[in-house]
């Protein structure tokens, strides 16, 4: 007879990430320096992702621009990381707009999106950054307040795309006209760049109807005297969490099933996830569906390039903006701090429930790994403090440290490979994007986690004492950029 395996969610580590977890004493020792909890940067898997875009930008582009989209990390290492590599960076407020500058970053490798007001509009007209516009009263604020800073360059976000949800973000197609009219009545206050969209959904049809769109506009936009040379394709790029897609179909399987009574219990409290139960069946689209992409985002990037377009003669996205001279613009923040990340939290008990569920609870809160409406659909790793005897797998929750019902870092079971005890690390993969600043918070006054950077010295991961830590807002990339490093050479330096 066949012993029974318990459902898994195995997360995608990077090697050096991997590499670094593995390495005796690593993680225990950043702790035990810096403080638990804490959250790990590690730049040169931030470089080795922006090197496989480029890989997809730079064969069939004329030109192309990469810009970090600083909204999805506050790290300084990432930051600087793209200021070295040669990169743009976007930014969406005044302390992300002095922060690119104070890692280096010129106002010509500047863009500012998002919804911006009077106070920021009037800062930006006077530095030379890019402003991607959200709506009409920002491109007519920016032609009035232009005045001595004449030419702002600007780009106009554009939504309301067929078959695209409705956006709060952008200008309406409807309002093509008014776009157009504005633009051309302000010639000589403001530098009209291009158009740009941002489709943060993995579909790609809805990513091809909005270029589409926007190369029609761009083509209106030369009979009304204008010159865009940019179409900016934004954001939106997805991330892989898993490492093994047939894993994650088979825990989805069992979930289901045990929503609907079947098998061992794995929801606490009644959560369904977002599904619904009707008529003896589970139905609807769960909060944790962006953990079932498998496509990375340089696949998406290149399929997007290569899709040929119905209203072009069948030629492709890459050779229309080559034919044009137009420049490809976009704006990958997940997609560039992929795997870059990751939480240690320290357990600090374990305690059974009254219905016999086991707790174990650790030392951060749930908000500091995922938004309340998401689910973290990856396992986390243990890292026993001691090691002991091998123990039978065992299921459990993983709770936080906030005084709430709600404070529980996984509402579904999570199987260790052995019974964890206080003092054990926790590893939560892949945090990032978002996670990591996004829900920060103070409740119960306790600390917010440190953000530290690491870096590895050598190109052979398995080479001990070759990583480095220092606190994030200490790192500068010359801390590896001189020595043997698996980014050593042009994609490292970056020309972008």
């Not at 007879?1 to 995608?12: C, I, Q, V």
């Not at 090197?51 to 192309?64: C, D, F, H, I, T």
């Not at 010639?187 to 270029?211: K, Q, T």
């Not at 047939?246 to 009644?270: C, I, K, N, Q």
């Amino acid at each position: 007879m066949t012993a029974w395996a318990p459902p898994r969610l195995p997360a995608k580590i990077d090697p050096l990430v991997r590499a670094f977890l593995g390495a005796p004493g690593a993680a225990e020792q950043a702790l035990l320096r810096f403080g638990s909890p804490a959250h790990l940067v590690f730049p040169q898997v931030f470089a080795d992702n922006l090197a496989r875009l480029r890989a997809v930008l730079e064969p069939g582009l004329p030109g192309y621009r990469i810009c970090y989209a600083h909204k999805v990390n506050q790290s300084r290492a990432f930051v600087r990381t793209a200021e070295q590599a040669g990169v743009g960076i976007d930014v969406a407020s005044e302390a992300e707009l002095a922060g690119a500058m104070g890692a280096g970053f010129g106002s010509a490798r500047i863009e500012v999106t998002g919804p911006k007001g009077e106070e920021f509009l009037r800062e930006l007209v006077a530095t030379g950054v890019t402003i991607n516009i959200d709506n009409l009263w920002e491109l007519h604020r920016v032609a009035e307040l232009a005045g001595p800073y004449a030419n702002v360059p600007v780009l106009v976000r554009l939504s309301g795309f067929a078959g695209t949800p409705v956006s709060r973000f952008g200008v309406p197609l409807g309002q093509a006209e008014e776009i157009l009219a504005a633009l051309a009545a302000h010639r000589g206050r403001i530098d009209f760049r291009g158009f740009a969209f941002h489709i943060d959904s993995g579909e790609p049809g809805e990513r091809l109807r909005a270029v589409e769109a926007c190369l029609e506009l761009t083509e209106r936009a030369y009979a009304h005297g204008l010159s865009p040379a940019v179409l900016d394709i934004g954001g939106g790029f997805r991330q892989v969490f898993t490492a093994d897609a047939d894993a994650f179909d088979a825990y989805v399987h069992a979930l289901r099933e045990s929503l609907l009574g079947h098998g061992e219990p794995m929801a606490w409290g009644g959560n369904t996830f977002g599904f619904q139960l009707e008529g003896g069946a589970v139905h609807g689209t769960p909060v944790f569906h962006k953990y079932a992409n498998t496509v990375p985002a340089d696949r998406m990037l290149a399929d997007l390039l290569a899709a040929e377009l119905e209203g072009h003669g069948g030629r492709s996205f890459a050779q229309i903006a080559a034919e044009n001279l137009l420049e490809v613009w976009l704006e990958p923040g997940k997609a560039l701090v992929d795997h870059a990340g990751i939480t240690l939290a320290r357990v600090e008990f374990v305690k059974e429930t009254a219905d016999g569920s086991v707790l174990v609870n650790v030392d951060i809160s749930r908000d500091t790994v995922t938004p309340a409406d998401q689910e973290v659909m990856v396992d986390p790793l243990l890292l026993p403090g001691v090691v002991r005897a091998q123990d039978d797998p065992v299921g459990v929750f993983v709770a936080g440290r906030l005084c709430l019902e709600r404070d529980l870092v996984t509402n579904h079971k999570v199987w260790f490979p052995q019974r964890p005890r206080p003092g054990d690390l926790m590893v939560f993969p892949n945090t990032a994007a978002y996670h990591m600043d996004l829900s920060a918070a103070r409740a119960s006054m306790h600390r917010l986690p440190p953000k530290l950077a690491v870096v590895h010295r050598s190109s052979d991961f398995s080479e001990q004492g070759k990583y480095e830590i220092c606190r994030d807002e200490d790192y500068e990339p010359e801390l590896i950029a001189g020595g043997p490093s698996r980014f050593a050479g042009p994609e490292w330096h970056g020309v972008q």
